[in-house]
């Protein structure tokens, strides 16, 4: 079989490996947050992992909360403002972590996922992995299932599908999104940036939308990133992908239609950059930008893929 699945029980929760048996290509799940923590590729006879991740799920558990590394943002995305917003006449506060005073990245960030089913063929390998938010947080008392699928398949191609479906009274307000960091080796300034957007949403000076959109057209073509600082959300085209390079590689990460904003993060080490894809923009729980409100009973879906090529 050329693909396969590969399961390391030895740590705090299991770690899953995707393996194209032919090429060397290996993603590394966890469990825990349900992240890509690796995503290697062979080179001169070694492998190249494109993620800035964890070297142990334990190393995962004590730090998730300090960059967020890969970590699934969900029933939010981002920021919060002040962790409260209001729906059908109530207000609701989030509870579990905030940066300064605004409510940050979710609740699922830490989730810990339930292998369902593995899938292995000549054509791809994948894992079903799933989780029952249980309305743990008054803030959000709401409870759904969500789903996430991984799969790779033939040209270093890895693929995240998330499912949320939710058995309550009536449509709750939701915003998805992924939270990983890429490198390509090197600093970031040595990296270039291109996707399909020319609009960037305005921030305040807590990183919260204003509402107002800003022409920017530098990375419709592909851009040096040096002495670049970025913390901003892009309105993506339709159909639009990332692609980061340097004179080594080449990713790109093509979402679909449901995740229309791209977030993308330089943090200060500059080791690494934070490639975001979100349904809607941050604080959308307030301002309404991209917001869902998922009816129960159906079932919801948002897909983006990463491709890493050698140049």
């Known amino acids: 079989m050329r693909f396969k699945v590969e399961i390391n029980q ?53 730090s998730i909360t300090s960059a967020f590394k890969s970590a699934k943002i969900s029933p939010f995305v981002c920021r919060l403002h002040n962790g409260t917003y209001h729906l059908n006449g ?11 005073k605004h409510a940050l990245h979710g609740l699922l960030y830490d989730a810990v996922y339930k292998l369902e089913s593995i899938n292995e063929s ?58 990983p960091y890429f490198t390509l080796g ?24 204003t509402g107002k959109k800003i022409k920017d057209n530098r990375f419709i073509e592909k851009y040096p990133l040096n002495e670049i600082f970025l913390d901003n959300s892009f309105e993506l085209a339709p159909n639009g992908k ?35 894809n979100l349904s809607g923009a941050p604080d959308n729980f307030n301002n309404g930008i991209g917001l869902l409100m998922l009816v129960p009973h159906n079932e919801y879906q948002f897909k983006t893929s990463y491709q890493l090529t050698t140049l």
Do not use: M
């Open 10 to 62: 030895q740590q705090a929760y299991p770690v899953f490996h995707l393996i194209d048996t032919n090429t060397g290509c290996i993603a590394e799940i966890f469990a825990f947050g349900g992240i890509l923590n690796a995503f290697h590729i062979p080179l001169n006879g070694n492998t190249f992992n494109c993620i800035d991740g964890f070297s142990t799920v334990e190393e995962a558990q004590e």
């Open 90 to 100: 109530e207000s609701y506060t989030i509870q579990k972590n905030y940066l300064g």
């Open 122 to 179: 000549e054509t791809a390998a994948s894992i079903l992995l799933t989780c029952h938010y249980a309305k743990n947080d008054a803030g959000y008392p709401f409870a759904f299932d969500i789903s996430l699928r991984w799969e790779l398949s033939p040209n270093n191609t890895l693929s995240i599908t998330t499912s949320i479906s939710h058995q309550n009274k009536d449509a709750i307000p939701y915003a998805d999104g992924w939270h």
């Open 186 to 209: 090197g600093p970031v300034d040595q990296y270039f940036l291109q996707f399909d957007s020319d609009t960037q949403l305005e921030f305040d000076a807590d990183l919260i939308p």
């Open 242 to 276: 990332c692609v980061l390079s340097n004179d080594q590689f080449e990713l790109k990460v093509i979402p679909d239609e449901n995740y229309p904003i791209l977030q993308v993060y330089t943090p200060d080490h500059r080791n690494s950059i934070a490639i975001e």
